[in-house]
């Protein structure tokens, strides 16, 4: 994991949802002390458990916090995303159909892909 990525990304959702340290601690378990020493100059790195707490309390994923996944939910490896433009395209449309829409394309998705 790269410390500094989490550590960016952290801080950056604690700011955009309004959190204070005392907040995450209090809400998450997770010491004070700890959450501190990952927004000081020499910043650490949480544990996983930590890391799970902290993910599922923002309601983010592991890897956005960790930066092996983009906003629009993109997984990056090695600094670079792993979907082709087409494929990009395809989950866009993908998540503008109703919930209802979405199943059915999975159904189809699923049918097409059974081998015979």
Do not use: H
């Amino acid at each position: 994991m790269d410390g500094q990525i989490f550590n960016e990304n952290f801080k950056r959702i604690m700011r955009e949802n309004n959190l204070t340290q005392k907040q995450l601690s209090v809400y998450t378990g997770i010491p004070a002390s700890s959450i501190a020493s990952w927004f000081g100059k020499q910043s650490s790195s949480p544990s996983i458990d930590a890391v799970i707490k902290i993910a599922d309390f923002l309601n983010v994923t592991i890897d956005y916090l960790i930066g092996r996944e983009g906003e629009d939910g993109t997984i990056i490896i090695e600094g670079r995303e792993c979907l082709s433009d087409s494929e990009r395209g395809l989950i866009a449309k993908y998540r503008k159909l109703s919930s209802k829409k979405q199943a059915l394309v999975t159904e189809y998705v699923a049918s097409l892909t059974e081998e015979r």
